[in-house]
């Protein structure tokens, strides 16, 4: 079972804001039947409380994400952004980072999620392709390049 599928991948999304991002990708979550009705209201109060913005460098990231119970079948969604939003930083959750990149996951099993977050940090760590990444205008480009980290 692919995590990732090029129809829940995304090149310069336009949002206005942070929770403008999370209600789009949650939503295409549920429209594909990855997760269950309440997932996007469970990530946006995780996200109060656990705040997922990374400042991994030049290009920030952030990775929303709730329990288990909220997902149906897991599944990935990867956006690059139009323009940065804020996200608040997941260690000091005081400051705000401006994001870029945005990965939501939705995994069935909390046991998957150490090695799902390993090739991400992996990915998010390497600037250069995180700079390439995020110029990239074609979807399916976009998605070519991501699953190479995400399978």
């Known amino acids: 079972m692919e995590l990732l599928s090029s129809d829940l991948v995304f090149a310069h999304l336009k949002v206005n804001n942070a929770t403008e991002a999370l209600h789009f990708l949650a939503g295409q979550l549920k429209k594909q039947g990855k997760v269950k009705v309440d997932f ?6 995780r996200e109060q409380i656990h705040p997922t913005g990374l400042p991994s ?3 920030a990231v952030a990775i929303p994400h709730t329990d288990v119970q909220y997902v149906k079948e897991a599944a ?11 996200f608040h930083n997941m260690a000091v959750t005081a ?6 990149i945005i990965v939501m996951l939705a995994l069935k099993n909390p046991h998957s999620q150490v090695k799902i977050l ?10 250069e392709l995180l700079q390439r990444l ?5 979807q ?3 998605y ?6 995400i399978k």
């Open 140 to 142: 399916q480009k976009l």
């Open 144 to 149: 070519e390049a991501v699953s190479e980290y």
């Open 95 to 100: 400051e705000t980072v401006n994001v870029q």
């Open 40 to 45: 996007e209201q469970a990530v946006l109060k």
């Open 134 to 138: 995020e110029k990239m205008t074609d």
């Open 118 to 127: 390993q090739k991400l940090m992996a990915l998010f760590q390497d600037q």
């Open 76 to 86: 990935i969604t990867f956006a690059t952004l139009a323009r940065p939003v804020a």
């Open 57 to 59: 460098g030049k290009i």
